[in-house]
């Protein structure tokens, strides 16, 4: 299967299937500040191989521990988050940073009102 050719746009002109992740990231930390759980997502791609999630976890909340999938990165857009995977390792990862996730149980701590895209390669 061939792609389409790039049909690019205009500034700020909004294309399907491209997303302003800084201007989501904006709006979902403001609804996490009107969630009781102090977060909120939205799902940005979900294709056959491929999703990518984007979070907003504010100051002082977190996900549990949970499984990882075969392979995933963590984009932080705003904030500061804490990576903890196995037994002990951990990794401060601020805004403009990347990480990859290892696959193996894993959890997150917001350090700051926090916002990550969470990019996931689903199993076959």
């Known amino acids: 299967m061939t ?10 002109e909004q294309q399907e299937g491209v997303f302003d992740l800084s201007t989501l990231a904006d709006e979902l930390l403001e609804a996490a500040r009107n969630d009781l759980q102090r977060k909120a997502s939205r799902l940005v791609i979900h294709g056959t191989k ?5 979070m907003a976890i504010l100051a002082g909340g977190g996900l549990a521990e949970h499984s990882s ?3 995933a990165t963590l984009h932080v857009l705003r904030g500061r988050i804490r990576l903890y995977a196995g037994d002990a ?8 940073q990347v990480v990859a996730i290892p696959p ?3 959890s997150v701590d917001a350090l700051e009102d926090s916002a990550f895209l969470l990019t996931v390669a689903l199993a076959n």
Do not use: K, N
Request: aromatic share 10%; hydrophobic share 35%; glycine share 14%.
């Open 69 to 71: 999938p075969p392979a």
């Open 50 to 54: 491929q999703r990518a999630v984007l």
């Open 3 to 12: 792609p389409e050719p790039w049909q690019g746009g205009e500034p700020g």
């Open 89 to 96: 390792a951990e990794w401060f990862v601020s805004a403009g």
């Open 104 to 106: 193996e149980r894993h």
